[in-house]
C-alpha cells in the first residue's frame, strides 16, 4: 500500500495510458452491442488486423524494426500513414465479418447464442490466419518514439508517448461522440438502437446503419491498434484475445451501449489495474480487473452509467 | 430488391427449413416406432460398440498421429463437460463463458487432495478426491452464480468468462496450488489387474476412455430425468420466459443457482477424471480458449439435446486430433466450420424437439417481416 501511495501519480498516468487504448476498443464493443444487442466476439481480431496493417504500412515506407528514430516531420507522416492504414483495414476487417458472420444469421432470425458462435468462429478464423500467414511469434513493430519525459504532473513524469496517445484517443472519441450526436448518419445509428423496426418504419436503412456502425468500430479499433503498437512495440497474432476482454469488460463496466461508459470505464478500468497490481503484484492484475468488474455489477447491474446509446442523446 | 424477389427467398428457405427439420424427424419417428425389444438390442449393440472402440481400432476412424485411446479418453472427457455446460446454457438458457474454471476447480482438488507432493499433502486417494471435487466445484458454483444471477445475458457472459481467468491466475500465481509448474503425481482411480499391475496405469489409457464412457452414460441418464423433473421443467421455463416464469410463480434465482451447481457438478467431475488420466496438471491445461470450445460443443450439437451435444463434444474434441496432420491450419478450419455451421444450421446439428419449434416460430416471423 505504501508502494501505491508512493508511486500513486505514476501509477495514474500509466493507468490512464493503458485505460485509453481499452476505451478506444470499448467504443466498437458498446456500439455493436448499441445497435445489435450482440457481443461482437471478433471486435479483438478486428483490433489485431490493425495491429498488423500498420506494421505493413511502415515496412513499405522501408522502416525496419531496429532502425533509429526518425526525424520528427517524418515521424508524424509515418504515423499518420500507419494511423490511415490500420483504420482502413481494421474497418475491412469488421465489415466482412459483418457480411459474412453476422448479416446471413440475421436474415433467418437467428437466437443470439449462434451469432456469438459464429462470432467466435469469426475470431478463430482472422486470428489464426494471422498466425499461419504471418508469424506466430511476436512481430516487432518499428521505432518511431523515443519516450523522453516532457513535463512533471503531482510528481509523476509524463511521456511524449503517454501524451500522444491520451491525447489522440480522446480526439478520436470526441469525433466519435460528435457523429452520432450530430450527424444524419449518427441520427441513423441513434434511431436503430432504440427501435429497429420503428426505425425502419421510418425509412431508415436498417443494414446500412448496422454497416456503418461496424465500419465505426473498426476505425476506432483502428486507431487503438497504432496507438498499441506505439506503446508496446510489438503484436502477436493473438494478442487480440486478452485486449479484447479488457476492452469488453471496459464495455460493460461503464455500461453496455453507452459511448460515454465506454470511455469511463476504459480509463476506470486501467486505473484500477494498476493500483490493484501496485498493492498486491503485477501477477493478479488480470484478477484485480475482473473482481472490480463482478463488483461495480452486484451494485449497478447495468454499469456504472447504465445502458443508453439511444436513449442518451450520446 | 423488390417483394416478390423477397417472398421467392422466403419460401426456398422455408422448403430448405422443412427438408432440414424432415432429416432430423424422420429417423426419430422411425426410431420410435421400433418395438421396444428391438430399441434396446440395438441400443445395446451400439453401447458394445462404443466400448470396444479402442481395441477394434477402426482405420478410418483411428488417428494415425496421436494415440487413439487417448483421444478416445479427451473426447469423453469433452463429452462430460458439454454435458454438464448443456445444463447451464441449454436447458437454463444462461450464458456461462467461463466453465471452465469449474473444470479447473475440479482437478485441482483432486491434485491438491491427492497428490503427495501438493503442499497439503493429504495424499486421499482418487475415490475420496472425486466427491470433494465435485462439492468443491458446486461451492464455486454457488459462489459464482449467488452474487451474479440476477444479471442478465451478455453481463453474465462477461462476468462468467472473467470468473473462469479468476481461477486460472490464481492457479497460476498462488503457491499451493502449484503455480505454473502445476502439480504432479496426482492420484488415479483405484483397481488392479491380475498380474498385480494397476488397472489405470500410465501407459494404456483404454481403462480410462471406458471409464469416462461409463460416466457419460450415467450424466446422460441423470440429466435426462432431471430435465423432466420439475427443476427441469423450471429450467426451461426460464430459458423460454424469465418473467413470465417468475410470475408463475417458479422462484428463478433459486432454479438458476440450481443450474450452476448442477452444472459446476458435472464439470468438476469432468476436471477429476481429466486430472486423474493426466497425473499432472498445471493452469496451461485450463485456458479460456476451452470454455470456448465447449460452448461451441453445446451450440454445434444442438443446445438443450444431450445426444446432441455430445455429437457436438465428438466433433469438436475429435476433429482436430484427426486431421493433426493439418495442424497449422486446423484452428482457422474450425472457426471457419463455426461460421459456416451457424449460417447453415443455426438450430445445431441435432437440435432439441423444443427449440426445432421455436426456430420454425422465428423463420415465421421473418416471412410475416416481423423482425425480433
Known amino acids: 500500500v505504501q508502494f501505491l501511495l508512493d508511486n500513486f501519480w505514476d501509477l495514474s498516468v500509466t493507468g490512464l495510458t493503458q485505460g485509453a487504448i481499452y476505451a478506444l476498443i470499448a467504443l466498437g464493443y458498446t456500439l455493436v452491442y448499441g445497435v445489435l444487442r450482440l457481443i461482437n466476439f471478433a471486435h479483438s481480431e478486428v483490433f489485431v488486423t490493425g495491429t498488423f496493417a500498420s506494421i505493413f504500412v511502415l515496412h513499405a515506407f522501408g522502416l525496419g524494426s531496429d532502425d533509429p528514430v526518425p526525424s520528427a516531420g517524418m515521424v508524424v507522416l509515418y504515423i499518420a500513414a500507419a494511423a490511415v492504414g490500420a483504420m482502413v483495414a481494421s474497418a475491412a476487417t469488421a465489415l466482412v465479418v459483418e457480411r459474412v458472420a453476422y448479416r446471413p444469421l440475421r436474415r433467418r432470425n437467428a437466437p443470439p447464442l449462434v451469432f456469438l458462435i459464429s462470432a467466435i468462429g469469426a475470431s478463430f478464423a482472422i486470428s489464426e490466419a494471422f498466425g499461419v500467414l504471418v508469424d506466430r511469434n511476436n512481430v516487432r513493430v518499428p521505432n518511431l518514439i523515443e519516450p523522453q519525459t516532457q513535463f512533471h504532473l503531482f510528481g509523476a513524469s509524463v511521456n511524449n508517448r503517454q501524451l500522444l496517445i491520451v491525447a489522440a484517443a480522446i480526439v478520436m472519441m470526441l469525433c466519435l461522440d460528435q457523429f452520432i450526436r450530430r450527424t444524419r448518419l449518427g441520427r441513423g445509428i441513434r434511431a436503430v438502437s432504440q427501435d429497429p423496426d420503428s426505425a425502419a418504419l421510418m425509412g431508415v436503412n436498417k443494414d446500412r446503419v448496422i454497416a456503418l456502425t461496424f465500419i465505426l468500430g473498426g476505425l476506432m479499433a483502428g486507431g487503438a491498434a497504432v496507438l498499441y503498437d506505439l506503446q508496446f512495440g510489438v503484436t502477436r497474432f493473438n494478442a487480440g484475445f486478452v485486449l479484447g476482454i479488457k476492452a469488453f469488460t471496459a464495455a460493460v463496466l461503464g455500461g453496455i451501449g453507452n459511448l460515454r461508459g465506454a470511455l469511463l470505464g476504459g480509463l476506470l478500468l486501467g486505473l484500477m489495474e494498476n493500483y490493484g497490481s501496485a498493492i498486491i503484484g503485477s501477477e493478479w492484475r488480470d484478477v484485480v480487473a475482473f473482481v472490480f468488474l463482478i463488483v461495480v455489477l452486484m451494485f449497478r447491474p447495468t454499469g456504472i452509467l447504465g445502458e443508453s446509446l439511444g436513449k442518451a442523446r450520446a | ?372
Do not use: H
Open chain 2, 1 to 372: 430488391m423488390t417483394i416478390s424477389d423477397r417472398l421467392g427467398l422466403a419460401d426456398r428457405l422455408r422448403a430448405l427449413d422443412d427438408r432440414r427439420v424432415q432429416l432430423v424427424t424422420r429417423p426419430r419417428q422411425w426410431w420410435n416406432g421400433l418395438p421396444k425389444p428391438v430399441q434396446w438390442v440395438a441400443f445395446g449393440a451400439f453401447a458394445v460398440l462404443l466400448v470396444l472402440l479402442p481395441i477394434l481400432d477402426p482405420p478410418i476412424l483411428s488417428t494415425p498421429d496421436s494415440d487413439f485411446p487417448t483421444v478416445l479418453f479427451i473426447v469423453g472427457v469433452y463429452c462430460l463437460a458439454a454435458l454438464g455446460l448443456n445444463i447451464v446454457v441449454g436447458l437454463a438458457g444462461l450464458l456461462d463463458l467461463g466453465y471452465v474454471g469449474f473444470y479447473a476447480v475440479g482437478a485441482y482438488s483432486v491434485a491438491v487432495f491427492g497428490s503427495p507432493s501438493s503442499q497439503l499433502a493429504t495424499a486421499y486417494p482418487w475415490l475420496v478426491c472425486v466427491p470433494i471435487a465435485i462439492a468443491l466445484a458446486m461451492v464455486a458454483g454457488v459462489i459464482l452464480g449467488a452474487p451474479t444471477l440476477r444479471l442478465r445475458g451478455d453481463y453474465l457472459a462477461i462476468v462468467t468468462l472473467g470468473f473462469g481467468e479468476i481461477v486460472r491466475l490464481t492457479a497460476l500465481n498462488s503457491g499451493v496450488l502449484g503455480g505454473a509448474a502445476g502439480i504432479s503425481d496426482v492420484p488415479a482411480p483405484p483397481g488392479e489387474l491380475a498380474d498385480g499391475s494397476r488397472l489405470f496405469g500410465v501407459i494404456d489409457a483404454k481403462p480410462y476412455y471406458w471409464l469416462a464412457l461409463g460416466l457419460i452414460f450415467v450424466i446422460v441418464a441423470a440429466s435426462r430425468n432431471l430435465e423432466r423433473s420439475r427443476v427441469g421443467r423450471a429450467w426451461l421455463a426460464i430459458r423460454e420466459d424469465e418473467d413470465a416464469a417468475e410470475l408463475m410463480g417458479v422462484p428463478t434465482f433459486k432454479f438458476k443457482l440450481w443450474a450452476f451447481a448442477m452444472g459446476a457438478a458435472v464439470g468438476g467431475l469432468a476436471g477429476a477424471v481429466f486430472a486423474g488420466q493426466q497425473g499432472f496438471i498445471n493452469p496451461e491445461s485450463f485456458i479460456i480458449q476451452l470454455s470456448i470450445l465447449f460452448l461451441a460443443a453445446v451450440v454445434v450439437g444442438g443446445a438443450g439435446n444431450r445426444l446432441g451435444v455430445v455429437v457436438g463434444a465428438i466433433l469438436v474434441a475429435y476433429l482436430p486430433e484427426r486431421f493433426r496432420e493439418l495442424a497449422e491450419y486446423r484452428i482457422l478450419v474450425f472457426g471457419l466450420a463455426l461460421i459456416v455451421m451457424s449460417v447453415f444450421r443455426p438450430q445445431g446439428l441435432l437440435p432439441s424437439r423444443r427449440r426445432a419449434v421455436e426456430l420454425a416460430a422465428r423463420q415465421d416471423q421473418v416471412e410475416a417481416g416481423v423482425n425480433v
